[in-house]
Structure formats: C-alpha cells, structure tokens
C-alpha cells in the first residue's frame, strides 16, 4: 500500500498474542493493550509516527518477513488476490 499511495500513511501492525477465544487463555500478551498502537499511529503527531510502509509491534518498529519488503513478491501477491476476489487495488 505505501508503495502504491505515498501520500497515505500506510503501516502493518501486530497486536501480539492476546487472551481470546482465538487466541486462547493462556496467550501472554495483554488484551487492553493489543489497540494501542492502532491508534497510536492513527492519531498521533509524534513524529515516530509519521512514517509508512512499516512493521509495528508495541509501539516499535520491527522487521517485517524478507518478502513484506520485495516489490516484485508484494505484486505478485496482489495479483493473485485480485485474481482470487475479482477486486483490483492498483
């Protein structure tokens, strides 16, 4: 998306492991807090927070899998969604 729309701010968050029923009771991370990056950079003026095209984690910015980062991977994915849905992105 942050490639295809540089004037959008654009990032992937992971919430962590959370206690629910799809994540189960014993997962260890904290339910109240799984938003909170969300809408940290939804809202946020801090300048950490300005930016797109990352991967976040807690509020920290983490390294996404090798292919999150290969253009010609990320076109080849949206293709074949396109391909599977009948709906075109880009």
């Known amino acids: 998306m942050a490639?295809?729309?540089?004037?959008?701010l654009s990032n992937a968050v992971d919430p962590?492991?959370?206690?629910t029923r799809m994540g189960g009771a014993g997962a260890p991370?904290?339910?109240?807090?799984?938003?909170?990056t969300?809408?940290?950079l939804a809202v946020s003026n801090d300048p950490d927070a300005l930016v797109s095209g990352r991967y976040w984690y807690h509020r920290r910015q983490r390294l996404p899998a090798p292919e999150a980062?290969?253009?010609t991977f990320q076109d080849?994915?949206?293709a074949k969604l396109?391909?599977?849905?009948?709906?075109?992105?880009?």
Request: hydrophobic share 40%.
């Open 3 to 8: 490639r295809h729309w540089p004037t959008v």
């Open 16 to 19: 962590g492991w959370v206690p």
């Open 29 to 36: 991370d904290d339910l109240a807090k799984g938003h909170e």
């Open 38 to 40: 969300q809408a940290w």
């Open 69 to 71: 980062t290969d253009a």
């Open 76 to 78: 080849r994915l949206t």
């Open 82 to 90: 396109a391909e599977l849905t009948g709906i075109t992105l880009f």
